[in-house]
């Protein structure tokens, strides 16, 4: 199994007063994640701080981009994406569970918050 792996993405909300930088985040955040998942492996994985506080905006707005892939994604949850909404809030527009496993014949892989 190939895993391609990435953490600390730390996707940000744009305040109002700064809304002239946009165009570049979503530049550079949407060509990171295309290159991430034009990445030949079985399983995409961020490893924690997928936002930069977990708000709803933030979240929302970075699995648009994640959901235009329909890759299998695996979004291990970090401190900084829990700062904005509760756990259970989070999870929700995420569609992510908090905890699970994936077993095969050579390995388990564990995913904890």
Same mark, same amino acid.
């Given at each position: 199994?190939?895993?391609?792996?990435?953490?600390?993405?730390?996707?940000?909300?744009?305040?109002?007063?700064?809304?002239?930088?946009?165009?570049?985040?979503?530049?550079?955040?949407?060509?990171?994640?295309?290159?991430?998942? $034009?990445?030949?492996?079985?399983?995409?994985?961020?490893?924690?701080?997928?936002?930069?506080?977990?708000?709803?905006?933030?979240?929302?707005?970075?699995?648009?981009?994640?959901?235009?892939?329909?890759?299998?994604?695996?979004?291990?949850?970090?401190?900084?994406?829990?700062?904005?909404?509760?756990?259970?809030?989070?999870?929700?527009?995420? $569609?992510?569970?908090?905890?699970?496993?994936?077993? $095969?014949?050579?390995?388990?892989?564990?995913?904890?918050?």
């Amino acid at each position: 199994m190939k895993i391609a792996v990435f953490g600390d993405l730390h996707y940000p909300t744009i305040k109002e007063s700064y809304n002239e930088i946009e165009p570049e985040r979503s530049i550079f955040f949407s060509g990171y994640l295309e290159s991430f998942f $034009n990445l030949e492996v079985d399983l995409y994985v961020s490893i924690g701080d997928l936002t930069n506080y977990g708000v709803e905006d933030e979240l929302k707005e970075i699995y648009d981009i994640i959901h235009k892939f329909n890759k299998p994604f695996i979004h291990v949850i970090g401190n900084h994406d829990c700062y904005g909404l509760p756990k259970s809030e989070m999870l929700k527009i995420t $569609n992510q569970k908090r905890y699970h496993a994936i077993h $095969n014949e050579d390995a388990s892989l564990i995913f904890l918050d």
